[in-house]
């Protein structure tokens, strides 16, 4: 992985140069051989609600969005490990996404 020596943001492979995607600066990116490139996220870290509830549990809640009172729900840890995890949930009408944090 490398790192934009500009504005610090992670930098993408493109053909020889490595390129920052926040403000265009390019690196060449040496041997070819040192570096593993991956094209997209793994498929356990993607959560997609269009078309239907991707086998997650639902749960009796109600959207902001359009009143409806059901919604699929995941958990997910995005703060550091000793902090609670995120609940996260999506409508089963509208598709409307929110997140609910135990503070």
């Known amino acids: 992985m490398e790192f934009c ?3 610090g943001s992670m930098m993408k492979a493109n053909d020889g ?5 926040s403000c265009g600066h390019e690196t060449p990116r040496g041997d070819a051989s040192e570096y593993v490139i991956t094209e997209d996220q793994e498929a356990s870290e ?3 609600s269009g078309g239907g ?3 997650l549990p639902t749960t009796e809640v109600q959207c902001p969005n359009c009143d ?3 919604a699929y729900w995941y958990l997910q840890q995005i703060r550091s490990a000793d902090e609670s995890e995120t ?7 509208c598709e ?3 997140r609910e944090d135990d503070h």
Request: hydrophobic share 35%; glycine share 8%.
């Open 17 to 21: 140069f490595w390129v920052c995607g």
């Open 87 to 93: 609940r996260f949930f999506v409508c089963t009408e």
């Open 5 to 7: 020596d500009e504005c």
């Open 68 to 70: 409806n009172d059901q």
């Open 46 to 48: 993607i959560i997609e």
């Open 96 to 98: 409307h996404k929110w």
């Open 53 to 55: 509830s991707n086998g």
